[in-house]
């Protein structure tokens, strides 16, 4: 997910667990306390991204793709995560440490909200398509929720605007509402947004704007949309797979990734990859789909955020692209050049041309993105070194072979 609602969850967290703990015996300590607690937890829903100081120094792309939600973003690592943040706030926050010296509901407080912090970070991040392995070592493979869309302004509005409502400074507050309801929007005058859906955050705003238990309700209701995302997300892979079927009945569908439009459970856009073991090869497609043609057509669905506009009069699926690939190619390719073989580590929806590869789920057909890797122009130049252990995500394409990059391997192109 995207920084701003990890602050967000974090920071409604943090308050949720303040209110819960045994009331501080003064109102300056109460107020250290609540300022601490808020700190904490939006600190520890974003600290696994730590990772990312660290991508200036990596090669690209490879450095990214493997090292962010690597390691940092694992359960076990959470652990040490957790004591350097608590470590952090004792030496540099004076007040915080005075705090923490006197008050057992302070500490108890911090831990919760730092370990707290620390696990959504991971369950929100899970919840889209881009996927993390959060129970390496011992399970080192990619999982996905395919449920939400990376930005969602759902959670700004349900958590945002009750965080909002309490501050004490009316100047501020309405400054911050009114930001919020100006990038929202904007999203919508952008194309971003359906109307329908800022009318729905609008709604939803109005439901969490007034009362002590505001925030609670909000964090509820979170829960219930992450739960309506759930299922839509099934129904809507029920749905591709009963297309693509009917398109093409010799091939299998081994995985379609699922992604949501922000406040929008009926618009969903996918990149599926098929195999069709007896002609030796596998298919990538990219489409966008409504889940009720009646409420909002596929060609509706927000072009800007499906790769394209959906054709006028297809109801249900509409199809932008489709590839078919050799088996045989892409797993010569993996194994006669290490820089492929660590990329495969990654990429989901893996589309190799002759020179170069790219993660389809990331960009149109025959564009270049973030996960793009010109292999070809690194022929002669050492393999990657220390790669993580990830599993391939298309381990079902490519097979069970050994992960290790050898720097004695090939280097064609």
Same mark, same amino acid.
């Given at each position: $997910?995207?920084?701003?609602?990890?602050?967000?969850?974090?920071? /409604?967290?943090?308050?949720?667990?303040?209110?819960?703990?045994?009331?501080?015996?003064?109102?300056?300590?109460?107020?250290?306390?609540?300022? &601490?607690?808020?700190? %904490? *937890? =939006?600190?520890?829903?974003?600290?696994?991204?730590?990772?990312?100081?660290?991508?200036?120094?990596?090669?690209?792309?490879?450095?990214?793709?493997?090292? +962010?939600? *690597?390691? %940092?973003?694992?359960?076990?690592? /959470?652990?040490?995560?957790?004591?350097?943040?608590?470590?952090?706030?004792?030496?540099?926050?004076?007040?915080?440490?005075?705090?923490?010296?006197?008050?057992?509901?302070?500490?108890?407080?911090?831990?919760?909200?730092?370990?707290?912090?620390?696990?959504?970070? &991971?369950?929100? @991040?899970?919840?889209?398509? #881009?996927?993390?392995?959060?129970?390496?070592?011992?399970?080192? !493979?990619?999982?996905?929720?395919?449920?939400?869309?990376?930005?969602?302004?759902?959670?700004?509005?349900?958590?945002?605007?009750?965080?909002?409502?309490?501050?004490?400074?009316?100047?501020?507050?309405?400054?911050?509402?009114?930001?919020?309801?100006?990038?929202?929007?904007?999203?919508?005058?952008?194309?971003?947004?359906?109307?329908?859906?800022?009318?729905?955050?609008?709604?939803?705003?109005?439901?969490?704007?007034?009362?002590? !238990?505001?925030?609670?309700?909000?964090?509820?209701?979170?829960?219930?949309?992450?739960?309506?995302?759930?299922?839509?997300?099934?129904?809507?892979?029920?749905?591709? =797979?009963?297309?693509? /079927?009917?398109?093409?009945?010799?091939?299998?569908?081994?995985?379609? =990734?699922?992604?949501?439009?922000?406040?929008?459970?009926?618009?969903?856009?996918?990149?599926?990859?098929?195999?069709?073991?007896?002609?030796?090869?596998? !298919?990538?497609?990219?489409?966008?789909?409504?889940?009720?043609?009646?409420?909002?057509?596929?060609?509706?669905?927000?072009?800007?955020?499906?790769?394209?506009?959906?054709?006028?009069?297809?109801?249900?699926?509409?199809?932008?692209?489709?590839?078919?690939?050799?088996?045989?190619?892409?797993? +010569?390719?993996?194994?006669?050049?290490?820089?492929? @073989?660590?990329?495969?580590?990654?990429?989901? $929806?893996?589309?190799?041309?002759?020179?170069?590869? %790219? @993660?389809?789920?990331?960009?149109?057909?025959?564009?270049?993105?973030?996960?793009?890797?010109? #292999?070809?122009?690194?022929?002669?130049?050492?393999?990657?070194?220390?790669?993580?252990?990830?599993?391939?995500?298309?381990?079902?394409?490519?097979?069970?072979? %050994?992960?290790?990059?050898?720097? /004695?391997?090939?280097?064609?192109?």
């Amino acid at each position: $997910m995207d920084n701003l609602t990890h602050s967000i969850i974090g920071l /409604a967290a943090g308050e949720l667990i303040d209110r819960a703990l045994p009331a501080e015996p003064t109102p300056e300590r109460a107020r250290a306390r609540h300022r &601490l607690l808020l700190v %904490t *937890g =939006a600190l520890a829903s974003n600290f696994p991204d730590i990772d990312l100081v660290f991508m200036p120094f990596l090669s690209r792309p490879l450095g990214y793709l493997l090292e +962010h939600r *690597g390691h %940092t973003h694992t359960v076990l690592f /959470a652990i040490p995560q957790m004591l350097l943040l608590v470590a952090l706030l004792w030496l540099l926050w004076p007040a915080a440490r005075n705090l923490l010296r006197v008050s057992a509901a302070a500490r108890k407080g911090v831990a919760i909200a730092a370990g707290l912090g620390l696990l959504l970070h &991971l369950g929100m @991040d899970y919840l889209n398509s #881009y996927g993390l392995h959060p129970f390496a070592p011992v399970d080192a !493979r990619w999982l996905y929720g395919d449920v939400l869309y990376i930005i969602e302004p759902v959670f700004w509005v349900l958590l945002g605007v009750p965080l909002i409502l309490q501050i004490q400074r009316p100047a501020v507050r309405i400054g911050l509402l009114a930001l919020l309801a100006a990038i929202l929007i904007g999203c919508t005058a952008a194309g971003f947004l359906l109307w329908p859906s800022l009318a729905l955050l609008a709604v939803a705003a109005l439901a969490v704007a007034r009362g002590r !238990r505001a925030l609670l309700t909000g964090s509820v209701l979170a829960l219930a949309w992450i739960g309506l995302q759930a299922s839509m997300s099934q129904a809507a892979r029920n749905t591709v =797979a009963a297309h693509l /079927a009917q398109q093409d009945g010799a091939s299998t569908l081994l995985d379609a =990734a699922m992604t949501p439009f922000p406040a929008n459970p009926v618009c969903w856009s996918f990149v599926s990859v098929e195999s069709d073991a007896a002609h030796g090869t596998y !298919r990538l497609r990219r489409g966008v789909l409504s889940l009720d043609e009646s409420v909002l057509p596929t060609s509706s669905c927000p072009p800007k955020l499906a790769g394209g506009a959906a054709p006028a009069g297809v109801p249900g699926v509409a199809l932008f692209s489709s590839v078919q690939a050799s088996l045989a190619d892409l797993k +010569h390719l993996r194994q006669t050049n290490c820089h492929v @073989d660590a990329w495969l580590r990654f990429a989901r $929806m893996p589309l190799v041309d002759p020179d170069s590869a %790219t @993660d389809l789920r990331f960009g149109n057909l025959g564009a270049t993105n973030f996960s793009s890797i010109d #292999y070809a122009a690194r022929a002669g130049t050492p393999c990657p070194a220390w790669l993580p252990r990830w599993d391939p995500p298309r381990a079902d394409l490519l097979g069970r072979v %050994t992960l290790e990059s050898s720097p /004695a391997r090939s280097l064609a192109p």
